[in-house]
């Protein structure tokens, strides 16, 4: 089997199972979109920029959209209703434009989550299965 076929099969695999690929994104998204509000206060538009960079590889490949509004903004507001995150309207450019902060709830749980991602890393199986899975990309 060429290398071509093997993307080629790879590729249909993984569009056949979305459900995987789409529990992961939507965890993955939202953890990002967390993750990037604690390092600064930021815009709804440059979230969406930075998601699309996470996914690029996906996003050329068909298995994963661009961010949109659609997706972004239903989270946004999700994490103001949980107080992990805070948005204020501010005028830029004469438009009235939404930047986002992160609360002292959200730091505790971006914190949280850094604990158990490290503790995770840590763990023989899961790294096992990390080197396992991730063996076919080309370094």
Do not use: C
Not at 32 to 50: A, C, E, Q, V
Not at 105 to 133: C, H, R, Y
């Amino acid at each position: 089997m060429t290398d071509a076929t093997k993307e080629e099969l790879i590729t249909l695999m993984l569009k056949e199972n979305k459900t995987i690929t789409k529990h992961l994104e939507i965890g993955l998204t939202r953890l990002i979109i967390l993750w990037k509000i604690s390092k600064g206060d930021i815009y709804g538009y440059n979230l969406m920029k930075t998601i699309d960079e996470f996914y690029k590889d996906q996003i050329e490949l068909g298995l994963v959209k661009k961010a949109n509004p659609s997706k972004i903004y239903p989270i946004l507001k999700k994490m103001e209703e949980n107080e992990l995150i805070i948005g204020e309207w501010e005028i830029k450019n004469n438009k009235n434009v939404k930047v986002y902060k992160i609360t002292e709830k959200g730091n505790l749980l971006v914190d949280a989550l850094k604990d158990k991602i490290a503790a995770t890393s840590l763990n023989p199986k899961w790294q096992e299965f990390i080197k396992d899975m991730s063996s076919k990309v080309e370094k």
